[in-house]
Nanobody, 120 residues
Framework: QVQLVESGGGLVQAGGSLRLSCTSS????????VAWYRQAPEKQREWVAI???????KYADSVNGRFTISRDNAKNTLYLQMNSLKPEDTAVYYC??????????????WGQGTQVTVSS
């Protein structure tokens, strides 16, 4: 069973930055598109960003220009650099392997996520 472990969340003031990490037990990690998702209280989980095996990236409009997704295939790790954070970015952040075309998550099961809280 593939494990995805997210970390790096925390409490930050608006305008601040955080860097999230996601480590996968799946091998080979490098050939799969991987994505970040988030779920705010009382809202549905939404797609945030995705990176494919070639390093191409796509972002949701709400985070474009502020967030940067990257990956280190040697470490089986996905990252999300979040800058200029806003209170509306407050959510639990998750990672998953995903469809490059649709952004839909590959696995139905999710890790524990990492909480990001942005205070105004």
């Amino acid at each position: 069973q593939v494990q995805l472990v997210e970390s790096g969340g925390g409490l930050v003031q608006a305008g601040g930055s955080l860097r999230l990490s996601c480590t996968s037990s799946e091998s080979p990690f490098r050939i799969r598109a991987v994505a970040w998702y988030r779920q705010a209280p009382e809202k549905q989980r939404e797609w945030v960003a995705i990176i494919n095996s070639g390093g191409s990236t796509k972002y949701a409009d709400s985070v474009n220009g502020r967030f940067t997704i990257s990956r280190d295939n040697a470490k089986n790790t996905l990252y999300l650099q979040m800058n200029s954070l806003k209170p509306e970015d407050t959510a639990v952040y998750y990672c998953n392997f995903a469809s490059w075309r649709s952004g839909d998550p590959h696995y139905d099961s999710w890790g524990q996520g990492t909480q990001v809280t942005v205070s105004s």
